[in-house]
C-alpha cells in the first residue's frame, strides 16, 4: 500500500502540487485573518528514515548521527490551524533561513491587512546574527 502511495505522489509535479495545497491552505484559513491573530512559529527535528533528499546530518537529541530534516512551521495560535511549512537541512535549525524566505512569503501572501497581531517563537527567532 506505502508503496503506490509513494509511486502516485510522483507522478505530480512538485510545484503544482505544492501551489494546488497552498491554495487549498488558504482558502481554510482566509475567514479567519480578518481577528486579530497570533503567529506561532516552530522548528521541529525530525529524522529522516530513508534516503531523503536533502537530509543532512546536524542536530538530532533523538537520534544522534542520523540525515534529518527540520521544518519551521507556521501555525495559528489557539487553532493551531498550519498555515505554512519550510523544509531545512538537518544541519540548519536555526530560524535564520527562515526569516529570509519562509516568513516574509508567508506574510506576502497574506496581505497587510491580514498580518497577525503578534509573532511567537523560540529564544532563537529573535536572536541577531551576524
Same mark, same amino acid.
Given at each position: 500500500?506505502?508503496?503506490?502511495? &509513494?509511486?502516485?505522489? !510522483?507522478?505530480?509535479?512538485?510545484? /503544482?502540487?505544492? !501551489?494546488?495545497? $497552498?491554495? *487549498?491552505?488558504?482558502?481554510?484559513?482566509?475567514?479567519?485573518?480578518?481577528?486579530?491573530?497570533?503567529l506561532?512559529?516552530?522548528?521541529?527535528?525530525?529524522? /529522516?528514515?530513508?534516503?531523503? @533528499? #536533502?537530509?543532512?546530518? #546536524?542536530?538530532?537529541?533523538?537520534?544522534? @548521527?542520523?540525515?534529518? *530534516?527540520?521544518?519551521?512551521?507556521? =501555525?495559528?495560535?489557539? =487553532?493551531?490551524?498550519?498555515? #505554512? &511549512?519550510? &523544509? $531545512?537541512?538537518?544541519?540548519?535549525?536555526?530560524?535564520?533561513?527562515?526569516?529570509?524566505? #519562509?516568513?516574509?512569503?508567508l506574510?506576502?501572501?497574506?496581505?497587510?491587512?491580514?498580518?497577525? /497581531? =503578534?509573532?511567537?517563537?523560540? &529564544?532563537?527567532? @529573535?536572536?541577531?546574527?551576524?
Amino acid at each position: 500500500m506505502r508503496t503506490r502511495c &509513494v509511486r502516485g505522489l !510522483a507522478k505530480i509535479d512538485e510545484a /503544482a502540487g505544492l !501551489a494546488w495545497l $497552498q491554495t *487549498h491552505l488558504d482558502y481554510c484559513a482566509s475567514p479567519l485573518l480578518s481577528e486579530p491573530w497570533i503567529l506561532d512559529i516552530d522548528s521541529t527535528i525530525q529524522a /529522516a528514515v530513508w534516503p531523503a @533528499g #536533502g537530509a543532512m546530518v #546536524g542536530y538530532n537529541p533523538h537520534k544522534p @548521527g542520523r540525515p534529518s *530534516h527540520c521544518y519551521h512551521t507556521y =501555525l495559528m495560535a489557539n =487553532l493551531r490551524l498550519v498555515l #505554512g &511549512v519550510d &523544509v $531545512q537541512p538537518g544541519d540548519e535549525p536555526t530560524p535564520k533561513p527562515l526569516v529570509r524566505f #519562509g516568513l516574509w512569503s508567508l506574510l506576502h501572501r497574506l496581505g497587510r491587512s491580514r498580518w497577525p /497581531a =503578534l509573532l511567537r517563537g523560540d &529564544v532563537r527567532l @529573535g536572536r541577531r546574527t551576524g
